[in-house]
């Protein structure tokens, strides 16, 4: 193999990556915004969609009546339970005894302490409504009021707000002998515990099935990406059963159905998720669906029903559910697949196809950062590691590289003396690497297999809440963001904000340019390739990935930097103790190639 042949492995693996995410900035981006421009049409439209009848299934979505402001919307709903907790604050609605209202209060929509809570749960009124509601259907030939729906008016027993020890007991009769009890406590984090109890007061048996659901309407405003799953998401059989809000576009789309012992199904955001969890033990049956509202507005439902319980005339049934409605904090979710015996919950992460790297990486993060207290210092810390476990093999590539650099003045006398005469040249060439030993595939192998840590790492630091709004030092106060010093106005210098039309691969920050240098600086150190255009390729490659990196998580920028140091430093040393001279700044200049 050849000289050409390994900087031509080389350029094909930076091209493909340089393809990979320019395809998602120029291609994917404008398409995600576009549909999400469409999908935020507010055009709602008083509409009820038809119930389902059949016995045994859960009770199908309905549109929202209006365009309220939230604290109208809440007004407009009737008498409301408050709910204070540590971390989430907010209300259930007495008409429907559902969950609708609720906010997160450890987390804020920008940096600023003063900005508002993060809101989940929102009533139907408001322009992206996302509840959830528990309850009964009856066997086939039950009324339909006979048993409680979104707009039965419950009471509370006693006063008071859900906190923590303190839950909240609600009551309905239907008047014609069936009364529904339902006692809502909560944890000091984010799980709901929602016990629904039946009592038969007439004089024959009823046979009703328990259900419970989560259900919002549009498409989430924030951003989504190829990189990340939002939509519906679940635990079946102990395997993710997970679909996305576009597998449900086109009206009359049947629903993803699914049953299991043990699981749980929800719709999670990139940071929060709202899941129904049945009991473990008890086989249900989930569902999927998404059904047209108007226009374009779109309304999911992700369900479950329990198995039928026949109530005796004078008796009583009652099932557990719960609800998890909060931040996928990894640490807390594993918590509650530990102490519940919630089957994989930690799946409400999307780890993506490389779960078995992204695990283990932010495992090793949370460590570091556990002991230093900053994720960035841990990200720093992370890099040494990552370097140490590549360190033979990265040793290897850059013992080839310094031989190549070393024969290159040979390489050169055989391309000049056979110049006329490519398959001699390539001859001698092949004898040279024989004769010095030299593997040019070698220097790849390190880069194939830092591709997928690399990956891996960008999608940890793009999913994982635990980097949301993590500080790093000076400028840097969210590693989860791209740099937000701007090259536009000297980085401040001038008192210029950039408008938010300005492409952010335009508006290059501190760090990235950072990084662009020391990968230059690493490129200088290897064998110049002998084709003119690879070199002239090769020497611009740093300054089209400083423009990619622009718009990269900030902590991954950090990482990418500090790796480009250490792998300068190792190759320096090793192309000393190889023999190789080190012109470094001589070959930093700008040379025209003959």
């Known amino acids: 193999m050849n000289n050409s042949r390994n900087t031509n492995m080389i350029l094909a693996i930076a091209l493909s990556a340089l393809v990979i995410f320019a395809w998602q900035y120029f291609l994917v981006r404008p398409q995600m915004k576009a549909e999400q421009a469409r999908q935020a049409v507010l055009a709602h439209q008083e509409k009820k969609l038809p ?119 609600l009551t309905w009769d239907n008047g014609r002998g069936l009364t529904f009890t339902r006692v809502i ?74 049953s299991s012992t043990g699981g749980w199904v929800g719709i999670t955001d990139k940071y929060w998720m709202a899941a129904v969890i049945p009991p473990q033990n008890e086989n249900f049956t989930a569902a999927y669906l998404g059904s047209t ?16 319980r026949v109530i005796a005339a004078g008796g009583t049934t009652e099932v557990s559910h719960r609800l998890f409605a909060g931040a996928k904090v990894v640490d807390l979710l594993r918590g509650y697949e530990t102490s519940q015996g919630i089957a994989r919950f930690d799946n409400a992460v999307d780890w993506g196809w490389f779960w078995f790297l992204t695990q283990p990486l932010f495992w090793l993060l949370d460590i570091f950062y556990k002991f230093i207290g900053n994720f960035g210092l841990a990200i720093l810390m992370l890099t040494v590691v990552v370097k140490t476990l590549f360190f033979p093999l990265a040793n290897a ?55 997928p840590v690399f990956f891996s790492l960008y999608k940890v630091l793009y999913v994982t809440i635990e980097m949301r709004q993590a500080p790093f030092f000076g400028w840097i106060h969210d590693l989860s963001a791209p740099d937000p010093t701007s090259i536009l ?36 150190l290897n064998p110049a390739p002998a084709d003119p255009v690879q070199a002239k390729m090769f020497t611009f490659m740093p300054i089209i990935f400083t423009f990619m990196f622009a718009t990269f998580p900030a902590g991954l920028v950090i990482y990418y930097t500090w790796n480009n140091l250490l792998s300068v430093t190792q190759q320096y040393v090793i192309m000393r103790r190889e023999g190789v001279k080190v012109h470094l700044f001589e070959n930093l200049k700008f040379r025209r190639a003959d």
């Open 293 to 308: 509202i108007t226009g374009d507005v779109k309304a999911y439902q992700a369900n479950y029903r329990l198995p039928a």
């Open 185 to 258: 406590s909560v944890d000091d984090k984010y799980m709901f515990n929602i016990a629904d109890g039946v009592t038969n007061h007439s004089a024959q048996a009823k046979t009703l099935y328990p259900y419970a659901y989560v259900a919002r309407e549009s498409v989430p405003k924030e951003q989504t990406s190829w990189v990340l799953h939002t939509g519906f998401v679940g635990v079946a059989n102990g395997s993710e059963t997970d679909a996305n809000y576009g597998d449900f576009k086109d009206e009359g789309t049947p629903a993803k159905t699914f």
């Open 397 to 451: 590539s850059f013992r080839s590289m310094s031989k190549m650099k070393k024969v290159q003045p040979q390489m050169e006398e055989i391309k000049k003396r056979h110049k006329d005469d490519p398959q001699r040249q390539q001859q001698e060439t092949m004898e040279l690497y024989k004769r010095e030993k030299v593997n040019p595939l070698t220097g790849c192998l390190p880069m194939l297999i830092q591709i």
């Open 489 to 524: 106005n000297l980085f401040g210098l001038f008192p210029y904000h950039i408008p938010l039309w300005v492409p952010a691969y335009l508006s290059i920050g501190i760090w990235p340019i950072l990084m662009g240098i020391t990968q230059f600086v690493q490129t200088k």
């Open 51 to 169: 119930q389902v009848t059949a016995p045994g299934n859960v009770p199908a979505m309905a549109a929202s009546s209006g365009h309220l402001t939230r604290d109208a919307a809440l007004k407009g709903e009737g008498a409301r339970v408050a709910i204070d907790s540590p971390l989430l604050d907010g209300s259930i609605a007495l008409k429907g005894a559902k969950l609708d209202d609720l906010r997160l209060k450890k987390y804020r929509e920008t940096l600023d302490p003063k900005s508002p809570e993060i809101v989940l749960l929102a009533p139907k009124s408001t322009d992206y409504p996302y509840y959830a509601e528990w309850g009964w259907v009856g066997a086939p030939g039950t009324p339909n009021n006979d048993m409680p729906s979104d707009q039965s008016l419950w009471k509370q027993a006693g006063s008071g707000a859900l906190s923590p020890g303190h839950p909240v007991t």
